[in-house]
């Protein structure tokens, strides 16, 4: 069984927020796949179900970002799990918008929900880094990460979303290589001459006149007799 844990902070105030994208994620695999209603349960809201005969808990930490740990750590000690069976996806302003990257283990980069997170159950878990892009500067970080996406940024954000969703089975196997191939597809699904196979129709093979055969339309013929 693995914990699939979507970092954001809890209310309507920060539904949109670049922060949220976790939350987001989770969300849409739940409704996806018929996961049932989200229970408060261990500091967080919490939906368990299956995918296929994989079981999984998905879980939205509500301690709010700084503290994310104390509600994953409550959850996986719980549920009797190691730190190799947590997921945890979260906004990554090191990668570009409408990146995801799968990573085993590794440092917190910063990272306040993830610093919280090695705090109580340390570094070995697995994470999701969803890329929201970069202010430009450390210090305007802060303000950007709780500022909600902005329209122009909807189609990406649907497809990552759409695209994490569709992976989520592989999440719950601990596949990392086939996830990011299911939100591959969505995110920049192949075009015709990369292997896949064209919608446009041929067109028409062109033909050599046989000698001694008129191939003029009629009315090229009314023509060529007033010339």
């Not at 969505?186 to 990369?194: F, K, L």
Request: net charge positive.
């Amino acid at each position: 069984m693995k914990l699939i844990v979507g970092l954001g902070n809890p209310g309507p105030k920060y539904a949109r927020n670049r922060h949220n994208i976790g939350f987001m994620v989770l969300d849409q695999i739940a409704a996806d796949h018929g996961f049932p209603a989200w229970k408060s349960k261990h500091q967080g809201a919490v939906s368990e179900g299956r995918f296929g005969s994989d079981r999984a808990v998905l879980l939205k930490p509500e301690t709010f970002m700084n503290k994310s740990g104390d509600s994953v750590g409550a959850a996986m000690r719980f549920y009797k799990l190691e730190p190799e069976d947590v997921i945890v996806l979260h906004d990554e302003i090191d990668l570009a918008p409408g990146k995801v990257r799968w990573k085993q283990g590794g440092g917190h980069a910063g990272h306040n929900g993830l610093r919280s997170v090695h705090a109580h159950i340390g570094a070995d878990y697995a994470r999701v880094r969803l890329g929201v892009g970069h202010p430009g500067h450390k210090d305007a970080v802060p303000g950007y990460v709780l500022r909600d996406f902005p329209k122009a940024d909807e189609g990406w954000l649907d497809d990552v979303i759409r695209g994490c969703a569709d992976g989520a089975p592989h999440l719950a196997t601990g596949d990392g290589p086939k996830f990011m191939n299911a939100v591959a597809l969505r995110v920049a699904p192949p075009r015709s001459g990369t292997g896949e196979k064209s919608t446009q129709k041929p067109k028409p093979a062109a033909t050599t006149p046989t000698p001694g055969i008129d191939t003029r339309s009629a009315m090229q013929k009314l023509m060529d007799r007033f010339k």
